[in-house]
């Protein structure tokens, strides 16, 4: 008989020594390989070797060669926190980083590739299969420049309470893009949208706390804009786009938290099962008044008006036409019904409307998304795990029910989400601190930092991002202190006083009469040249 092998605590310990020191060599050997990229990239082009006569180190190969070595150790060491890879997943960025070294600083964005090949699939047309993990750096260029023109409405709303055009856009329609360096997205301001919250609130609900305002009723809710020619050609198409932002005024606010359904379009009964959507996003996206001076029509009435105007002028000249239609919060909310109602009235965009969401909340009922499926809508809800709205609204009775997913999956008046969900990680961020608050968690400028960072599910923060981090602390205090970015920095100079130099005295300046907002269309007519 053959002796069989006998597991002795002596070869017990043999072995554990054996492949520590398999670990240690593996290290030490990765570690090595690492330290010899760094030493090469910062060497000039002289010092490097004779053979190769290479005069610069590309960055792509780098990170590449880093990203090896990263996966080859974290299959080494179970001990995440005290291997190299997280090491090399510490924040790059120090607080000198950001002194400002005019152009010898990183762009803060890629440069942009013609995607007219693959526009349909980016714009939703395959439902995002297989762009999404990992995440197809062209797409996640496509939708940080949707989520740039949301936060343009953030920035450059006037919600300054001892304003009398508070709740108003600071500037008009024909140089938004250019005051705050959006202009390289090559698409113009055609039409400004504007909302009322038609409800009976307290005084210290209004806007303004002057008794002389531009409007009690109405707010700036967003605009409608479109590709010039040149990056028209870009993308492969003339797109037309439609931004609403979130909320901002407490009787926005008032609106988001009703739970009730109201009959969205009594014409159309899915299934025999009337479409049905929040109330308070209806009231929104709908209400009208004779005596409001920018609500004559309705949001609603405003989009679907300069969107047929502007497809029908593309398409007579037979160009290929697409509508997205982008917003955060309470303004995804807005994007949807307003989805519904251009892929149900405007026939020349079938299958051509897409909405890319940020934070958005649920909207309506089963009916609702059934509609929306067959009308051909296509829509991405980009959403942090850290952010609540998306749960909204009916909080804790949706969680409930959809832990009865079997049951419930058939009831009509429980809340559903549409589309196809991009789940991201704000604590994926190595920029962000722990203890962020949940207010922070929803902030659309930490959604486009986390979505510039995110590669796959499965990976961390991207080391080659390039958005400006610290856009994060524009409204927010989520970076980390060592940084030193002050906490909610982005503002009005001076919050809004200028000094006169003759009489020595602080003063609230006047607006340019162009950039008082106005019901009617100001300014020279859109021109949709680059």
């Given at each position: 008989m053959e002796k069989s092998l006998v597991k002795t605590p002596l070869r017990k310990l043999r072995r554990r020594g054996t492949k520590r020191s398999w670990r240690l060599k593996q290290k030490l050997k990765l570690t090595w390989k690492f330290i010899k990229i760094q030493v090469r990239s910062h060497l000039p082009g002289a010092f490097l070797s004779t053979k190769k006569r290479l005069t610069h180190v590309k960055s792509r190969n780098q990170d590449q060669e880093l990203a090896q070595v990263a996966r080859k150790i974290c299959?080494?060491?179970?001990?995440?926190?005290?291997?190299?890879?997280?090491?090399?997943?510490?924040?790059?960025?120090?607080?000198?980083?950001?002194?400002?070294?005019?152009?010898?600083?990183?762009?803060?964005?890629?440069?942009?590739?013609?995607?007219?090949?693959?526009?349909?699939?980016?714009?939703?047309?395959?439902?995002?299969?297989?762009?999404?993990?990992?995440?197809?750096?062209?797409?996640?260029?496509?939708?940080?420049?949707?989520?740039?023109?949301?936060?343009?409405?953030?920035?450059?709303?006037?919600?300054?309470?001892?304003?009398?055009?508070?709740?108003?856009?600071?500037y008009n329609r024909n140089k938004l893009f250019e005051e705050l360096g959006l202009t390289r997205h090559g698409y113009k301001v055609t039409k400004y949208i504007y909302a009322m919250s038609h409800v009976d609130v307290p005084q210290w609900f209004l806007s303004s706390s002057l008794g002389a305002t531009w409007s009690k009723d109405s707010n700036w809710m967003g605009f409608v804009a479109v590709s010039g020619d040149r990056e028209s050609l870009r993308i492969g198409r003339r797109d037309i786009v439609v931004a609403w932002r979130g909320t901002v005024t407490p009787t926005e606010w008032f609106m988001d938290l009703r739970t009730s359904k109201e009959p969205f379009d009594c014409e159309s009964e899915h299934g025999k099962r009337v479409v049905k959507v929040q109330s308070g996003f209806f009231s929104i996206y709908n209400s009208k008044s004779e005596l409001a001076r920018y609500n004559k029509e309705s949001a609603s009435e405003q989009t679907m008006e300069e969107v047929k105007r502007l497809v029908k002028f593309f398409k007579e000249r037979g160009e290929e036409v697409s509508l997205t239609i982008t917003g955060h919060s309470l303004g995804g909310a807005l994007a949807l019904m307003n989805a519904y109602e251009a892929a149900r009235d405007v026939p020349e965009l079938s299958g051509n409307v897409s909405v890319i969401s940020f934070g958005a909340p649920r909207v309506g009922n089963l009916a609702f998304k059934e509609r929306l499926n067959s009308l051909g809508v296509k829509v991405l809800r980009v959403v942090n795990k850290q952010d609540i709205v998306p749960k909204l609204p009916g909080i804790v009775f949706n969680k409930v029910l959809n832990k009865l997913n079997p049951i419930t999956s058939k009831l009509n008046w429980v809340y559903r989400h549409v589309g196809t969900q991009l789940k991201l990680d704000v604590f994926s961020s190595p920029y962000v601190k722990r203890d962020s608050d949940l207010a922070g968690s929803h902030n659309l400028e930490v959604y486009l930092h986390v979505l510039d960072g995110f590669h796959r599910k499965k990976s961390g923060f991207r080391v080659n991002a390039r958005r400006d981090v610290a856009s994060v602390n524009k409204s927010t205090d989520m970076l980390l202190d060592h940084l030193r970015i002050p906490e909610c920095w982005y503002q009005v100079a001076h919050k809004g006083l200028i000094l006169n130099k003759q009489t020595g005295r602080w003063v609230k300046p006047v607006r340019a009469p162009e950039d008082i907002p106005s019901p009617l269309s100001t300014g020279q007519k859109p021109m949709y040249s680059s």
């Open positions: 299959k080494i060491s179970n001990d995440s926190t005290s291997s190299l890879a997280f090491l090399l997943q510490l924040p790059k960025y120090s607080a000198t980083d950001f002194l400002d070294r005019g152009d010898l600083m990183t762009p803060a964005a890629s440069p942009r590739e013609n995607i007219s090949k693959m526009w349909r699939e980016l714009h939703g047309s395959k439902n995002w299969e297989n762009i999404l993990d990992p995440l197809h750096p062209w797409l996640r260029r496509e939708i940080t420049k949707y989520g740039e023109f949301v936060e343009s409405v953030y920035d450059s709303l006037d919600f300054d309470p001892l304003s009398e055009f508070c709740g108003s856009c600071r």
